[in-house]
Structures are given as structure tokens and as C-alpha cells.
């Protein structure tokens, strides 16, 4: 693997990904790619206690946190899971790693999560970390 692409949304869950998606980087000697991407309407953003305030700052402190690691990280404003795909496609990533949050509920809130739109969607390998231990 050259690339692996790791979504974000700052939480305590998401982060546990970012974690899995730096130790695949490190073992495979790969460039990872971190993703923030921020859906238009974020009313949410400002209500979750288990989101880092500052994005911006949780993304510049990637390269201290996994030294050795090849890191380019980044925000963006848009649909998380068609972002997440098109910066696949565009940037030639092997694997998109993404938490599980949101797979685990009724059917019809899994059918339109962001791992599962991903992995419908995705241009390459999916890898799903199971955050529930952060949820």
C-alpha cells in the first residue's frame, strides 16, 4: 500500500480509527491521508461533548502524534461519505479505513451511514475499525 485514507470526525470513536489507519500506515511504510470533513448543516458539531472544539488543531497535531508516519491531513465541508470516496478516487488511496459508528442501529439508519455509503461506493478496499469501545 502506498495511500490509506482515514475519515474523522474528531470524536473519541473516530479517533480510534485514525489510530488503526496510523498503524497500517507504519506497517506497510504507506502515506496516511486524514480527513475532516464537516456536512454542511453542522448543528451537531457544536452539541457533541466527544468532538475535539478545534479540528483544525486536532488535525495539525497528526504528524507529532504518529512520528515516522507520512501524514497529510485536511478539512473539508460536504457529505462525509461522497468526500471521503471522491478523495479515494482522486488521490489513488488503496484503502479507506472508517469507524463503525452507525452500522449497529435500525436498519434504516445503517442503510444510510457513513461506513456503509463508503463501502457501497468506495473505489478500493474498505477497512471498518470497531469503535464501539469509544461509543
Known amino acids: 500500500m502506498r495511500k490509506i485514507l482515514v475519515g474523522t470526525d474528531t470524536t473519541a470513536a473516530a479517533d480510534l480509527a485514525v489510530r488503526s489507519a496510523a498503524e497500517l500506515a507504519a506497517s506497510s511504510d504507506a502515506e496516511l491521508l486524514v480527513l475532516y470533513v464537516r456536512p454542511s448543516e453542522s ?20 504528524t507529532e502524534r504518529f512520528a515516522g508516519v507520512r501524514v497529510r491531513s485536511w478539512s473539508e465541508v460536504g457529505d462525509p461519505a461522497q468526500r471521503l470516496v471522491e478523495i479515494a478516487e482522486r488521490e489513488r488511496a488503496e484503502t479507506i479505513v472508517v469507524g463503525n459508528r452507525g452500522v449497529n442501529g435500525s436498519r434504516w439508519r445503517v442503510r444510510e451511514s457513513v461506513p456503509t455509503m463508503v463501502v457501497r461506493h468506495s473505489p478500493c478496499s474498505v477497512f471498518i475499525v470497531d469503535t464501539r469501545a469509544a461509543q
Not at 48 to 62: N, V
Request: a neutral charge; proline letters at 10%; zero cysteines.
Open 43 to 62: 448543528a451537531r458539531d457544536a452539541a457533541d461533548p466527544r468532538k475535539s472544539p478545534d479540528a483544525e488543531s486536532y488535525l495539525r497535531h497528526m
